[in-house]
């Protein structure tokens, strides 16, 4: 006697790996940017761990007051990734974002998104119109 092709309305085969999407229970669609260090980065780069994803820039009020609070949660966290993902597009120069950054500290790693790379990816798994 064989397994069941579905299990409850869920694939067999879908056991094994997530659905990719935004909602809850799904895997988070994977990307990789450059960040300010110059290096590659993948949201994949930290798989199985608790992930803060945050996406600001400098001209953003909250964002101000959240990344220092972000840091410290980081620093307070050994099993959580902050990532932080800048509209580099919507900024005057990638200086700007290094000052930002330098000015409160940041040590997690800040994403530079400069053709709007990440509006794009969760246009397409919400499938709402881009603005």
Not at 109 to 123: A, G, W, Y
């Amino acid at each position: 006697m064989g397994l069941p092709d579905t299990c409850a309305g869920t694939s067999i085969s879908n056991l094994a790996k997530k659905e990719i999407g935004i909602e809850e229970g799904q895997q988070a669609p994977d990307f990789t940017l450059r960040t300010l260090s110059g290096e590659s980065s993948s949201l994949s780069d930290v798989r199985g761990k608790k992930v803060l994803l945050n996406f600001w820039a400098t001209w953003c009020k909250p964002c101000r007051q959240e990344m220092p609070a972000m840091e410290e949660l980081q620093k307070e966290h050994s099993d959580l990734a902050v990532i932080a993902v800048n509209f580099t597009s919507a900024e005057k120069s990638e200086k700007q974002v290094q000052a930002f950054a330098d000015t409160y500290h940041l040590t997690f790693p800040i994403l530079i998104d400069k053709k709007v790379l990440m509006q794009t990816i969760m246009c397409f798994h919400t499938q709402l119109p881009i603005f």
